[in-house]
């Protein structure tokens, strides 16, 4: 029982590249989150999933899109890359009962240059 | 969901109970408190969380008070290893907002 994984750890980007992470969760969870927390600050939902092939907006989702296609997998793409967005990405998940807890990931690293 | 106010930061001998202020003056009645912490640079951790009743589990104590406006969590014997960030936050819908939280430090 892995919990759940991010993928990549670490990435560098170019402004304008592309690039989408992956969160694989094996929960068999309902719910899925992403967040980014920048230096200095909480984290701040991005977009979140109530279930396989849906999707929702979060606090900041300008910039990102999102898909869950499969309900263990949450991707999270970027289609044109902005320093902006250099940031650290957790994301998360959570079972479908009131007011679970949520389990965080070990978070993907951007840098956007 | 209602916002929360910490302090930005608090220190503790290790061995000494570590008492963590939250408040929450405009939770309204169906919303829960929760804690997280996030060690270094990790994924948040969940901690505890509470309606209006004080809760204990294996890593701490909530105390909520009875108006419900604030609440405290209680590190009964911190150590090096409890030094985190923690994030206190009031929930009502599936979506947690975090805040800044509060830095403790935990010093031998």
């Known amino acids: 029982n892995a919990g759940v994984t991010q993928t990549p750890k670490f990435r560098v980007l170019k402004t304008g590249q592309s690039m989408t992470l992956l969160c694989a969760q094996d929960?068999?969870?309902?719910?899925m989150y992403w967040y980014r927390q920048d230096p200095g600050m909480g984290l701040r939902l991005i977009h979140y999933?109530?279930?396989?092939?849906?999707?929702a907006k979060g606090e900041v989702p300008d910039g990102y899109n999102v898909s869950r296609l499969k309900k263990q997998n949450f991707l999270l793409g970027l289609e044109s890359a902005a320093p902006s967005q250099t940031s650290v990405y957790f994301c998360?998940?959570?079972?479908?009962?009131?007011?679970?807890?949520?389990?965080f990931g070990p978070g993907t690293r951007l840098t956007v240059t | 969901d209602a916002k929360t106010t910490q302090p930005p930061s608090m220190d503790c001998a290790e061995g000494r109970a570590a008492n963590l202020p939250c408040n929450h003056s405009?939770?309204?009645?169906?919303?829960?408190v929760y804690w997280y912490r996030q060690i270094h640079s990790q994924g948040p951790q969940y901690i505890i969380h509470?309606?209006?009743n004080n809760e204990t589990n294996e890593m701490a104590s909530l105390i909520i008070t009875e108006d419900r406006k604030s609440s405290t969590l209680i590190l009964p014997h911190a150590t090096l290893r409890d030094t985190a960030v923690y994030y206190c936050?009031?929930?009502?819908?599936?979506?947690?907002?975090f805040g800044t939280g509060t830095r403790l430090q935990v010093f031998p």
């Open positions: 405009t939770i309204s009645g169906n919303e829960y």
């Open positions: 936050i009031v929930r009502y819908t599936d979506k947690l907002i």
């Open positions: 509470g309606l209006k």
């Open positions: 999933s109530v279930g396989e092939g849906t999707t």
């Open positions: 998360a998940s959570m079972p479908d009962r009131p007011l679970g807890e949520q389990y």
């Open positions: 929960m068999n969870h309902e719910y």
